[in-house]
């Protein structure tokens, strides 16, 4: 069975530092993988993905994550956050059993960067 | 612009009630899907559907019903089946058929739902 898991609930930093959001996954071939934003009473944003290609995949807003197969991870990162960067990060990974038709979230975790 | 649209933004259902969420994409995405937000429980997927007319149980569709008459449309029934519905709840879209599973899904602003 296709899984992902966000080892960390919470995540805490400094503005101007930079951020780690954690992301493992587990899938029986090549993976789909992605990271959604939320911001409170809001739907998901899409940030970026992994597919095939480059280990490093950069997205919106200045993020970007590193595909690495060896330890199964997508970690999400920033150069320097920023305060409104706060908010729940969500990695998936799509379910290619499926057709792709379904995604695996996990448990989202919560950034707060303070200024 | 488009985008998916979810209604009401707020809703409250009574002891033995039934209630309908609507969703409404302007995407021309031929996938729809319905997912409940719980805290700590990220997104639980409940239907989804891949084309008109065609649908698929997701992993928590027991005291939920959907209908996809139309590729905009795809509103989610609570039923009075459904014994704990507080939840928040999210409606999603992307294109379809096979290859396209690369394609983020788009999510509407959700529909938070009580009991009274």
């Known amino acids: 069975a296709q899984s992902v898991a966000q080892p960390e609930d919470q995540v805490n930093v400094a503005e101007g530092n930079p951020l780690t959001v954690k992301c493992t996954y587990s899938?029986?071939?090549?993976?789909?993988l992605f990271w959604y934003v939320q911001y409170p009473n809001r739907g998901l944003q899409f940030l970026l993905k992994?597919?095939?290609?480059?280990?490093l995949v950069k997205g919106s807003y200045g993020f970007e994550a590193e595909f690495n197969k060896s330890q199964t991870s997508f970690h999400l990162k920033k150069p320097s956050a920023l305060v409104s960067d706060s908010a729940l990060y969500f990695c998936?990974?799509?379910?290619?059993?499926?057709?792709?038709?379904?995604?695996?979230f996990g448990a989202g975790t919560r950034l707060f960067v303070k200024a | 612009d488009g985008g998916i649209t979810q209604s009401p933004k707020y809703l409250f259902r009574k002891e033995g009630q039934n209630v309908t969420l609507s969703c409404e994409q302007n995407?021309?995405?031929?996938?729809m899907y319905w997912y409940r937000q719980d805290p700590g429980q990220g997104l639980r997927l409940i239907y989804y559907?891949?084309?008109?007319?065609?649908?698929q149980k997701g992993d928590i569709a027991e005291g939920y019903s959907v209908s996809r008459e139309k590729k905009e449309s795809f509103p989610l029934t609570v039923t009075s089946a459904q014994k704990n519905p507080t939840a928040f709840y999210l409606c999603?879209?992307?294109?379809?058929?096979?290859?396209?599973?690369?394609?983020?899904?788009?999510f509407g602003d959700g529909t938070r739902l009580s009991i009274l």
């Open positions: 999603a879209s992307s294109i379809s058929v096979g290859g396209f599973g690369n394609q983020p899904q788009h």
């Open positions: 899938v029986s071939g090549n993976p789909y």
């Open positions: 992994y597919i095939t290609g480059d280990n």
């Open positions: 998936a990974v799509r379910d290619i059993g499926t057709g792709g038709f379904k995604t695996i």
């Open positions: 995407l021309n995405h031929d996938a």
């Open positions: 559907s891949q084309i008109v007319n065609d649908f």
